[in-house]
């Protein structure tokens, strides 16, 4: 089994059990850690290194397009995953 660090940007603590249920299913010994503040988040990623970092994108006060604009340490790797296609109506752009 793999070992997987994993930091939790997520305030629904269902949510981030579910998560984890879900890696430890496909095979990872999962080390999980659930934040949901910037300063949480900030001193989280100087503490260890985190094998992925998985945001929840809508949280009352913080969500995962404010966590892209904290800088990580200078010995992260980062690795953004391309945006998701948006649905388009018909006769939009």
Request: charged residues 25%; proline residues 11%.
């Amino acid at each position: 089994m793999d070992k997987l660090n994993l930091l939790q940007i997520e305030d629904n603590v269902d949510d981030a059990i579910l998560i984890q249920r879900i890696l430890q299913k496909f095979g990872y010994q999962v080390e999980a850690r659930r934040i949901d503040t910037a300063l949480e988040l900030e001193k989280a990623l100087n503490e260890q290194p985190w094998d992925i970092v998985l945001s929840d994108y809508a949280m009352p006060y913080f969500d995962g397009i404010a966590a892209l604009t904290i800088p990580p340490p200078i010995s992260a790797t980062i690795w953004l995953a391309p945006p998701a296609p948006r649905p388009c109506k018909k006769g939009s752009p």
